[in-house]
């Protein structure tokens, strides 16, 4: 089954302890990207990676890192999380960047 | 700058009754066009999309929606809706470059 699979889906953690959002895909697709949807605001890119070795920033990539050494895994890096990174994470895939994206089920991040 | 608009933020329709959710762009050339669903507690889901041909586009669980470029409009639609439709309603565009612009989302409740 074609899917998209993110761990954990629920986090709760302290302000400044470094997690790890991982996220993989199934589906051989070059194209990852990492959103965070906050009420009102719908889905902001964080990052995004073309390829294995190639990321680069969305709209609100302050506090986050990524790494994409294997094609089909992209995970989401706080290295010092606060708490304005309360929210829900997504990670997507695609086959090209701007066509029909994939999701994974959502990590609902909260940090206190 | 390129940006989605979804006009209303919720929408309540009787079951049976028809829906239509507005969503606007602004981008300088045609688009590729996507309405996504969320269900409580899931990823999003596509309903359908638009990348050339007839204005008209079909997806699942009986919704359409109808590309007019002329008002830069892409509203989705359908004719019967059930309860299972509650959910939040995403309009994006595949805005070229290396990124989809999601709107804000339409939430949609079905009362009895």
């Known amino acids: 089954e074609a899917q998209v699979t993110q761990n954990p889906r629920y986090l709760i953690t302290v302000t400044g302890k470094k997690l790890t959002v991982t996220c993989s895909q199934n589906?051989?697709?070059?194209?990852m990207s990492w959103y965070r949807q906050d009420p009102g605001l719908g889905l902001r890119q964080i990052y995004y990676?073309?390829?294995?070795?190639?990321?680069d920033k969305g709209d609100v990539p302050e506090g986050y890192k990524v790494s994409r050494k294997e094609k089909r895994n992209f995970p989401l890096i706080l290295e010092s999380p606060s708490p304005n990174q309360t929210s829900l994470y997504f990670c997507?895939?695609?086959?090209?960047?701007?066509?029909?994206?994939?999701f994974g089920q959502g990590t609902r991040l909260t940090v206190v | 700058a390129q940006s989605v608009t979804q006009p209303d933020i919720h929408i309540t329709v009787s079951e049976g009754a028809s829906l239509e959710l507005r969503c606007n762009y602004s981008?300088?050339?045609?688009?590729?066009l996507f309405w996504y669903v969320q269900s409580p507690g899931q990823g999003l889901q596509l309903l359908l999309k638009?990348?050339?041909?007839?204005?008209l586009v079909q997806g699942i669980k009986g919704f359409e929606a109808e590309f007019k470029r002329s008002q830069s409009s892409f509203n989705l639609r359908k004719p019967s809706v059930h309860w299972s439709d509650a959910a939040e309603y995403f309009c994006a565009v595949g805005a070229g470059g290396f990124k989809t612009i999601f709107g804000a989302g339409t939430r949609l409740f079905v009362k009895a």
């Open positions: 990676s073309m390829n294995v070795e190639v990321t």
């Open positions: 638009y990348f050339s041909g007839d204005t």
């Open positions: 589906m051989n697709h070059e194209y």
């Open positions: 997507a895939s695609s086959p090209y960047p701007g066509t029909e994206a994939f």
């Open positions: 981008y300088g050339a045609t688009p590729y």
